[in-house]
T-cell receptor, first 116, second 109 residues
Framework: GAVVSQHPSRVICKSGTSVKIECRSL??????MFWYRQFPKQSLMLMAT?????????EQGVEKDKFLINHASLTLSTLTVTSAHPEDSSFYIC????????????FGQGTRLTVV | GQNIDQPTEMTATEGAIVQINCTYQ??????LFWYQQHAGEAPTFLSY??LDGLEEKGRFSSFLSRSKGYSYLLLKELQMKDSASYLC??????????WGAGTKLIIKP
């Protein structure tokens, strides 16, 4: 099956710094990528949807200036958490959809972000 | 509004069978997914139903009734490694996934 690689898997950063998370589709062209966050014992919360070459569409309540998403190529999307605070500590997961198949999305391994 | 309901937690015995239900109300329907998620890991795909009926895949089966807005995931011959959260998600008319809160399945020996 298709593979999506997310990096890093874990990151600890100081409050006020920025963290970049990468999401790569390894064997298909991802025309659409999704970024989720998940708090403990809760389901996935969609943060934003990005299409290659265009601006991301953010869900209500998600600050686009804080969570910068770049989808510059068909195989790479990045999420940058700017000026991170402890309340941003969460599990961030990306998923990617192959442009030829709209009904299935493949997940990255997730990134555990801890802001201290 | 859009809504996905599934039980919060279920307990079952190793070797037994368990059925996890999911009901949904969404704007449009382009299929229903079941994912398995172990603690601290990303979800992994289990099944996809877009037509009514039962889809069987090894120990796991998934059923869909579009008229009732209902699905279930059936797990047979339960193993300890099946302890995980099971997420139901519906793809709406905009091809966006609407997620349920997940069902935590606890398997006891």
């Amino acid at each position: 099956g298709a593979v999506v690689s997310q990096h890093p898997s874990r990151v600890i950063c100081k409050s006020g710094t920025s963290v970049k998370i990468e999401c790569r589709s390894l064997d298909f062209q991802a025309t659409t990528m999704f970024w989720y966050r998940q708090f403990p014992k809760q389901s996935l919360m969609l943060m934003a949807t990005s299409n290659e070459g265009s601006k991301a569409t953010y869900e209500q309540g998600v600050e686009k200036d804080k969570f910068l998403i770049n989808h510059a190529s068909l195989t790479l999307s990045t999420l940058t958490v700017t000026s991170a605070h402890p309340e941003d500590s969460s599990f961030y997961i990306c998923s990617a959809r192959d442009g030829r198949e709209v009904t299935e999305a493949f997940f990255g391994q997730g990134t555990r972000l801890t802001v201290v | 509004g859009q809504n996905i309901d599934q039980p919060t937690e279920m307990t079952a015995t190793e070797g037994a069978i368990v059925q996890i239900n999911c009901t949904y109300q969404t704007s449009g329907f382009n299929g229903l997914f079941w994912y398995q998620q172990h603690a601290g890991e990303a979800p992994t795909f289990l099944s996809y139903n877009v037509l009514d009926g039962l889809e069987e895949k090894g120990r796991f089966s998934s059923f869909l009734s579009r008229s009732k807005g209902y699905s279930y995931l059936l797990l047979k011959e339960l193993q300890m490694k099946d302890s995980a959260s099971y997420l139901c998600a519906v793809m709406d008319s905009n091809y966006q996934l609407i997620w349920g809160a997940g069902t935590k399945l606890i398997i006891k020996p």
